[in-house]
């Protein structure tokens, strides 16, 4: 189980347990390349032994929860550690109870199998959007046991989608060591707006083709466990409510800003959603009356000035075809051109935000998505156009906070609140049979 054909098995088409036909998963490699090179660079440039078994013990996790269970042997061939210290990062880390080993068999002998520990039940969370799907699994404690994300074709296909979102799960179940029968829950989030009473999508030709679809009663006959739907924006405000950058805040506004803009909204502790599921779809806010037609059939919508479309057409002159990754990735680069692009749209977003502010009076305002990922670029003109539109004398400026999880947080969100439904259901039905003893 070499790294190495593991990484040629999501690019070559049709061999990859998670990239299926048709999926072009090279992201997926070129991104564990860099972390791999990061975390090589780091066990050259960190000081102390403490800081070293730091960045051993993160290198062993991160490792074991994108490609799930392993050898003691593979772990050190595929990490570049000596097997000696993945002994005793594995000994010490079971006695920590983070990972845990069982007996196994390779090439016809013994071996150690070494694994996540995880709690009873497992909560999948899946994000499906127009040009990924990304898969979150952790365990009853939000342990993140497992996560894998595919590129999807453009205007990807319900049908092949939905069964490329199957084979992810159970594959992932299979390779940390999990039986169907310990998943407990599945939610599913949707990049775009979901209406909250029929759990589907809410205004038609959001997502081609995807209209109508019944994606509760899908996947609850695939597994057999409780499936919920929701957007994107609301399952990663969740992720920043129970264990991000948020954590402890009772109310606030995260804005995701991907492929288009969204935002949840977080009131007492639990997210917001309004009458039919459409409170905080700020991307389809009217900025320009005589704006461009947006895909939701209004005109001048926020979405139509700052998507990926948008976006990247205002450099093609000067930098050719690009996607919104590739934009992100020279902003991050010191890119003049992409990084003045990027400042604009945090202007023309904070606008729309500070008028949501002003509604709902948070506590902060967090930022995700991929364009949160681009640091103070993004966030410092944003939270200066806040200052500018909030009330001037507010007592506390609002202050504007980095997303920890900016891009997994839709599918861990999502995958915490599968979980942690059952849970609730048992602690209540256990609360009712005590009361009635």
């Not at 061939?77 to 920590?96: F, K, P, Y």
């Not at 509760?216 to 950058?245: C, K, Q, W």
Request: hydrophobic share 40%; glycine share 10%.
């Amino acid at each position: 189980m070499n790294l190495k054909y593991r990484l040629g098995s999501y690019t070559a088409h049709g061999s990859a347990p998670f990239a299926p036909d048709g999926v072009d998963c090279q992201a997926c490699a070129e991104y564990w390349g860099s972390w791999l090179h990061l975390s090589f660079m780091a066990h050259r440039l960190f000081g102390s032994q403490t800081s070293l078994r730091e960045a051993n013990r993160a290198l062993l996790l991160d490792t074991i929860r994108r490609f799930g269970a392993m050898t003691q042997i593979e772990l050190a061939e595929n990490t570049g550690l000596s097997t000696a210290t993945i002994s005793n990062l594995v000994r010490q880390m079971g006695e920590q109870h983070l990972l845990e080993t069982s007996s196994t068999t390779r090439n016809g002998r013994r071996a150690t199998l070494v694994m996540l520990a995880r709690q009873k039940g497992l909560g999948a969370g899946l994000y499906i959007g127009r040009h990924e799907m990304r898969l979150e699994l952790v365990d009853a404690s939000h342990t993140i046991l497992a996560e894998h994300n595919l590129a999807l074709p453009h205007n990807h296909k319900p049908d092949t989608t939905l069964e490329r979102a199957m084979i992810l799960i159970k594959e992932t179940l299979t390779s940390i060591g999990a039986g169907m029968d310990e998943l407990v829950g599945l939610d599913i989030a949707l990049g775009a707006p979901v209406d909250c009473r029929t759990h589907q999508l809410a205004i038609p030709g959001i997502l081609k083709g995807w209209d109508n679809q019944d994606l509760i009663g899908t996947f609850h006959e695939a597994f057999n466990v409780p499936v919920s739907v929701d957007n994107d924006a609301n399952y990663a405000a969740l992720a920043e409510l129970r264990m991000g950058i948020a954590a402890g805040k009772r109310h606030f506004v995260y804005v995701h800003a991907n492929d288009g803009v969204g935002a949840g909204i977080i009131i007492n502790g639990e997210p917001w959603r309004g009458t039919t599921g459409l409170a905080g779809e700020i991307g389809h806010v009217q900025v320009d009356p005589l704006g461009d037609i947006c895909i939701c059939g209004n005109r001048g919508c926020l979405n139509t000035v700052v998507d990926e479309s948008r976006l990247v057409s205002l450099l093609s002159v000067t930098h050719g075809t690009m996607t919104l990754e590739d934009l992100v990735s020279s902003v991050n680069q010191g890119d003049p051109g992409c990084r003045r692009i990027v400042a604009d749209a945090a202007i023309r977003i904070g606008n729309v935000v500070a008028d949501l502010c002003n509604a709902v009076d948070p506590q902060v305002v967090v930022l995700g998505g991929i364009l949160g990922t681009t640091g103070s670029v993004f966030l410092d003109p944003l939270q200066e156009t806040l200052q500018r539109m909030l009330f001037p004398d507010a007592m506390v400026p609002m202050e504007v906070l980095p997303a920890r999880y900016p891009i997994t947080g839709p599918a861990l969100g999502a995958a915490m609140m599968a979980v942690d439904k059952v849970n609730e259901h048992i602690a209540v039905s256990s609360q009712s049979a005590g009361q009635t003893s």
